[in-house]
């Protein structure tokens, strides 16, 4: 590992992980009994990605979860009653029961932006974070996280392209889980890697894989590192399937069981424990241990929610706007002077070395000399560019792009049929000719 964790360390992880699903597995049981109040957007085999990646950040650092980002909400220190209230909109929630999902964060102690529904606009939101960090001296690292169908957003472009620009400490984690809703990736985007968007921000990335707890830590570590050192944002794709539905509510019919049966066998939490076990870091008893008070603790969580009262009606008049109820002041580390006229003013000017040149094109253009020469018999004048001796002549530009590949793509069992133009396009030309309908309507 390029970044070695301690022993205690590597049982916190597993510690995290297995907390993160035995929380979830009681909410669906909640959910099933109609305690649960809202949606619920199970993480199931994507834990490792939520707290591989909060792991590495210091607790000034900031984060905005998504909604299968609740590894990453514990890390940070949640207490899991607060997503049990949340989700069962009780009045001892963060929201005080006026939510009934994940919508809620903590700005003051441990700097979790809430989450944004409008997918892809936590990015700009986390670049203005990063910024507004560097500005106050801060040297924190803003982190938020994405799926492969919000990363086709006109919000995912907007914000990393001024991360980029202005060189912000911040980290992108695109979660590949193979599923935008019920779209595949596939035909979704034409590229195999989500990753290789970076390239055109000009920006570092990973691709990992995200059922390894440890891959997951060690780019997000050595990412976190670079932009804390100013050579920032980056970005991290991780590979990783989501093993149930987009919600409680969808069954996941479209996906094909060969998928799930796949993953399955890649189960993040199984496979680290094998790793535990293999590297002598733990034993039965440890892991007997661990999984005994997650079990105690979430007993305890659970029935603080479950007796917590639902909130009064008077409340829903309250809370919606701010009249002087509390001050908003910048968290300054660094004297207001430095970045105050005149210690901040910069001549507004720029030197561009290559004045924008295209050295390909310019160096053609000094081998050609383009004279008006005779045209061909009718008497016209046309100009034509003329070899020097030694020179030769200019190479067609040939476009830049990458070979797509062209995976096999799951049949969505619904909603395509042979009029569909996407079955019409992978089928044979020559299939789709047969038995065609003449004029008349008559095959």
Not at 147 to 169: C, I, K, M, V, Y
Not at 299 to 308: C, G, H, L, M, T
Not at 389 to 396: E, H, I
Not at 408 to 417: A, L, Q
């Amino acid at each position: 590992m390029s970044n070695p964790l301690t022993r205690e360390q590597h049982l916190e992880l597993y510690y995290f992980m297995q907390l993160n699903r035995q929380l979830e597995e009681r909410m669906v049981r909640l959910f099933r009994q109609n305690k649960i109040v809202g949606g619920l957007y199970s993480s199931l085999g994507q834990e490792a990605v939520s707290v591989g990646s909060c792991y590495p950040l210091e607790k000034k650092d900031w984060i905005a979860p998504m909604i299968r980002n609740v590894g990453a909400l514990l890390v940070k220190g949640v207490p899991p009653r607060d997503i049990f209230t949340q989700h069962m909109a009780k009045y001892t929630s963060p929201t005080q029961g006026k939510d009934g999902t994940s919508h809620f964060g903590d700005l003051k102690v441990r700097h979790i932006v809430s989450p944004i529904s409008m997918l892809g606009d936590l990015i700009p939101v986390m670049t203005g974070v990063a910024m507004a960090g560097r500005y106050l001296g801060q040297n924190i690292v803003a982190l938020t996280w994405i799926g492969d169908g919000g990363s086709s957003t006109g919000a995912f472009h907007e914000g990393l392209n001024l991360a980029a620009q202005q060189r912000a400490p911040f980290v992108l984690i695109v979660e590949n889980n193979q599923w935008a809703y019920s779209t595949p990736v596939s035909r979704q985007v034409p590229v195999k890697n989500l990753a290789d968007r970076a390239v055109a921000y000009g920006i570092r990335s990973w691709i990992v894989d995200g059922n390894d707890v440890l891959a997951v830590y060690n780019a997000s570590k050595e990412a976190v590192d670079e932009c804390r050192a100013g050579r920032g944002p980056a970005l991290i794709e991780v590979k990783t399937m989501r093993m149930r539905g987009h919600a409680q509510h969808d069954p996941a019919e479209y996906v094909p069981k060969q998928m799930f049966d796949y993953w399955k066998a890649r189960d993040p939490i199984t496979l680290y424990e094998k790793y535990l076990t293999e590297n002598k870091i733990w034993d039965s008893k440890a892991k007997a241990e661990i999984d005994a008070r997650i079990e105690r603790e979430l007993d305890v969580e659970q029935k603080f929610a479950e007796d917590s009262p639902m909130p009064p009606p008077e409340l829903a008049e309250e809370g919606v706007y701010c009249d002087g109820c509390h001050e908003i002041e910048a968290a300054w580390q660094r004297p207001k002077a430095e970045v105050m006229p005149p210690r901040c003013s910069i001549e507004p000017g720029w030197q561009v070395k290559d004045y924008g040149s295209y050295a390909e094109v310019e160096a053609i253009t000094k081998q050609i000399a383009a004279p008006v020469v005779a045209g061909g018999g009718n008497g016209s004048k046309v100009a034509k560019p003329v070899v020097k001796s030694g020179g030769k002549p200019p190479q067609k530009q040939q476009p830049r792009l990458a070979e797509p590949e062209t995976p096999d793509i799951p049949r969505v069992p619904f909603g395509r049929g042979p009029k569909d133009k996407s079955v019409r396009e992978t089928q044979n030309p020559r299939d789709r000719h047969q038995n065609p309908r003449d004029k008349r309507g008559r095959r």
